[in-house]
């Protein structure tokens, strides 16, 4: 029995040292970090601002991860672990959520897995993020290799389910009736009238930004199934992220590969 127990810890042991390590709770904590070098600096700069928004806004956390590679861990564990390992989200929330990403390669299929912390695991189902955050959001991106464009896609759905915006039940209601948002169309050549107008008003009497945000009009244009690829909803402005807060994963979340 003894001689058992020294085979099976050696063994684990070589299992273990044959795989890479989960990285190391960035210092200073940050909520992107692209350690694939897949995302420019202004985008990377971008998601952080936004993600840091939301979570002082709703203590919700949510870390993107990307890795060159995940060297024998299966994504849904290294996720898991980078969530453990780090504390994200809040202490007795367990509002966290981890979003990994390894790319595509000549040898080797993308990978990406949206695990979630428990205190999300009600809000967001595992069947919802895997067919359609996963499949409908992100994916058909990353096959174009627009890997800033898919995460922005997937993670506006996860703020907006998370936040109450919608439910999970109903994003998927709209995504089945093609993605509608619900917005008749005249509102929405009325909102582009309104910006274009407003915009010519302006250099008539004097320079400055347009009347309409940005993020307005491609939020109504896009409504709940969003395609634009960016963070309307958040000012470019942070205020630094704070660090994470202690929570805990059991499990939740989905992926997929391409």
Do not use: C
Not at 48 to 58: G, I, K, Y
Not at 240 to 257: D, I, L, Q, R, T
């Amino acid at each position: 029995m003894k001689k058992l127990i020294i085979l099976l810890v050696v063994l684990v042991a070589t299992v273990t040292s044959l795989m890479g390590q989960i990285p190391d709770r960035p210092v200073p904590p940050r909520l992107v970090n692209d350690f694939a070098g897949l995302l420019q600096k202004g985008e990377a700069k971008n998601m952080e601002n936004a993600l840091e928004q939301f979570a002082r806004q709703t203590s919700t956390q949510i870390v993107v991860v990307t890795m060159p590679d995940l060297e024998g861990y299966a994504p849904g564990d290294f996720a898991q672990q980078i969530g453990e390992k780090w504390g994200v989200g809040q202490k007795g929330d367990d509002n966290g959520l981890v979003i990994l990403l390894k790319p595509k390669t000549n040898d080797s299929r993308g990978e990406v897995f949206v695990a979630t912390g428990y205190g999300l695991e009600g809000v967001l189902p595992d069947a919802i993020v895997n067919r359609e955050i996963v499949d409908n959001e992100m994916i058909p991106r990353f096959k174009n290799n627009d890997y800033y464009g898919g995460l922005a896609a997937g993670i506006n759905v996860i703020m907006d389910i998370t936040r109450g915006e919608y439910t999970a039940q109903q994003y998927q209601e709209k995504v089945s009736r093609g993605g509608s948002a619900g917005i008749p169309f005249f509102i929405i050549l009325f909102v582009l009238f309104i910006s274009l107008f407003g915009r010519s008003r302006r250099r008539r009497f004097y320079t400055g930004g347009s009347s309409l945000p940005f993020w307005m009009a491609m939020g109504m244009m896009s409504g709940g199934h969003r395609s634009s690829g960016s963070f309307g909803n958040f000012s470019s402005g942070g205020g630094g992220f704070g660090g994470f807060g202690g929570g805990s994963f059991g499990g939740g979340g989905a992926g997929g590969s391409w």
